[in-house]
Structure formats: C-alpha cells, structure tokens
C-alpha cells in the first residue's frame, strides 16, 4: 500500500497569482494534497492532518504551531517573529537597487522614494533605493504618507497637501519609486488629478509587479519583479525537505528578484506604441497560457488585420515570434537562476509537453536545456 500523500496548506494574508502559482507547480509535483487558507480564522485550530504549512503572515503574531501542532512551517516573508523550521524572504535591497539603477540609467537625476506607512518592507526598499541614488552620485527624498494607499479616496486632500510642498521643493521632471504598485498607483492617480502628466512630469516606478494593478491603472505600471514564482516554488521545495526530514542547505533563503517590466508609468508613448505595447505586456502576463497570436488579439479588442501588420511593422518579428520569445526568455531565466526540473520549467513557460519544448529550445538557442544549464554562469544566490 503506498504512503499516504503529504497535507500541505498554505495559510495566506496576502497573495499574488504568480506565488501561489510556484506553490502549486511544486505541489503537483511533489504528490501533495494541497489546498490554500485565504482567510485562516474560519478554519479548525489543532489539526494533527496537517504535515505542513507555507506561512504568508501579517505583522501581527500568528500561533501557527497551536493551530497545526505537529506541521513543519515555512515563513514565506522571513521577517516576522513566528516560530518556524525554515525562513525565505525576498531581497528587498536589491529590488531597491535594482529599481534605482534603471531609473538613472533613464537619464533622472532627481528622485523621490514614495512611501505609506513605515512597515519594515516599505522602509526597507526605500532605503535601500536611497543608499543607491546617493552611491550613483545623485539623491533622492523619502516621502512617507503615514497612512495606506486607501486614503486617496479617504482622504485625498491630505496627500494632495504633502504633494504639493514636496513638488515646491522639487519640480518635476521627476523619478518616483514607490516600493508598493498600490502605493504607484496611488500616486499616478493623484498626480493626474493634480494636472501632472506621467511620465512626463514624473516616471513612477513601482514593486511586485501585481499585473491587476499595475495593467489598469490609469497610466500602466513599471514594476519590478520580485520572483514570486520563484518564491513560491522554493519555499515549497524548503517545506518538502523538512517534512521528509532533511536539513535544507540553509534554514533561510533569499530570493534575487527577477527583472523589470516596463509599461507606460516611465516610457513616453509613440503612436506605434499603442498597438505594440499592450500586446508585448499581454504575452509578458499570458505566456505560461495557452494563447495564441488571433486569442492576444481578441482579448485586447484589437482588428487582426491592423494588429498582425502594424505589430510585424513596428518590432521585425509576429505576434507568434514574441510569444515564443518571452517563453524563451523565462525559460533560460529558470535554467539559469533555478534547478528546476525540465517538467516544471517547461510548464512555467507554457510548453505542456516536455520533450516538445526542449526541442524548440535546441532549435533556438544551440543547445539542449541541460547543456544550456551546465554552461551558464552561477546563479544569483539564494542564501
């Protein structure tokens, strides 16, 4: 008779589609039986079925070892004071940094750090994004509201008031990274009410890349992008080797994160833009899906006609070639930066068929998927 499978849930306060998506990717392969708790109060305390729980919790103390008392427990944001076998967190430094470097390297020589309440996530990345502007030889001014995003509906005088004696002191053009997209987007919104333009006047840059946000928002979001998937599938892959009994090769992992996506918050628009960039940023969010050239095209209410000709006219390639591209790309990324198996890289990358995607990666890059791993350089660290 075979073991019974492991009973993992993920006990949630805040979730994204790509983090529960690195969760779930594990869990099929792993075997689990896997469920996730998005409002953990109305669920049974002292459980002994549980053998394993993925912690996202809020600020406030969490008893997750009188819930499920004999679970192995992983925190997923690593900087709260729960009681844990494994930790994993993001790096909010090099997020911070990552975000500054890009906005220099746009030509800013002004910046403002643009933040909510002082939590340790907002303070960390906003200063971590200051101590980089100042080592590029510029500076940047930390503003903090003091209150959540919701205010600017709440209150929208109050941010108003704050905006406009920063914007005394500092006349735009101006680089803003807020570390939060709600927080960008907060600040989008009220800068347009103002009679600010963006990103004319101001290059909003935000974090975590929350396509629900960042997509429609008045003026789409640039964001960086933490890795949530990433994210997600090691702190699943830490939980299964506790439950199993091993010692993980370190009790906290940090996770590096992954790129920026660019959007209309920090790129003045061209008219060829309309078509391209709203096809570009629905592959970047859809690849992993089954789409196709004529489903991008439906979806965005865009004629196929216009849209096959003016996108091949604008970027050199077809619609098809940029979905195959941004799979591509995601798949060296997970090659390069994971150990992954081929199974689940290809599947992250939207290729049910595993042995039909490695030979699409050989015909595009030279090299097999294995090859291509053992030849790239070290991955970005995550201790």
């Known amino acids: ?52 729980v993925l912690l996202n919790a809020t600020h406030y103390p969490v008893d997750v070892r009188k819930l499920y008392p004999v679970a192995k427990i992983v925190d997923l944001r690593g900087i709260e004071p729960h009681d844990v076998d494994g930790r994993l967190r993001l790096d909010h430094r090099k997020i911070a940094h990552l975000a500054a470097d890009h906005l220099y390297g746009l030509g800013y020589r002004r910046f403002i750090g643009f933040g909510s309440k002082r939590v340790p996530v907002i303070t960390q990345r906003l200063e971590a994004f200051q101590e980089r502007v100042q080592e590029l030889g510029a500076t940047a001014d930390l503003l903090y509201i003091d209150f959540w995003h919701q205010h600017i509906v709440l209150a929208p005088s109050h941010l108003k008031g704050k905006l406009r004696a920063v914007f005394k002191k500092l006349a735009p053009p101006l680089a803003v990274f807020a570390p939060d997209d709600d927080i960008a987007a907060a600040f989008i919104m009220v800068a347009l009410e103002m009679g600010y333009r963006i990103p004319e006047d101001f290059a909003v840059l935000g974090a975590n890349n929350n396509r629900a946000v960042c997509e429609t928002c008045p003026v789409p979001i640039s964001s960086v992008d933490p890795d949530h998937s990433r994210r997600g599938y090691e702190a699943a892959r830490m939980l299964d080797d506790l439950m199993k009994g091993n010692t993980p090769p370190a009790r906290e992992l940090v996770i590096p994160p992954r790129d920026i996506e660019i959007r209309a918050s920090t790129v003045v628009s061209t008219d060829t833009d309309r078509i391209v960039t709203p096809i570009v940023e629905y592959i970047r969010e859809h690849f992993a899906e089954k789409i196709t050239p004529a489903i991008v095209l439906q979806d965005l209410h865009l004629s196929r006609t216009v849209g096959f000709v003016r996108f091949k006219k604008a970027s050199g390639h077809s619609i098809g070639q940029e979905i195959t591209k941004a799979r591509m790309e995601s798949a060296c990324h997970l090659l390069t930066q994971t150990d992954f198996k081929f199974d689940a890289v290809a599947r992250m990358c939207g290729y049910e068929c595993t042995s039909a995607f490695c030979r699409l990666f050989r015909r595009l890059k030279h090299d097999s998927p294995a090859a291509f791993r053992r030849k790239a350089p070290a991955p970005d660290s995550v201790d």
């Open 1 to 52: 008779m075979s073991p019974r499978p492991k009973h993992v849930l993920a006990h949630l306060y805040w979730s994204c589609a790509q983090l529960e998506y690195g969760m779930r990717a594990y869990a099929r392969e792993a075997g689990w039986t896997f469920a996730i708790a998005f409002n953990p109060s109305e669920h049974l305390a002292g459980s002994r079925k549980v053998d394993g």
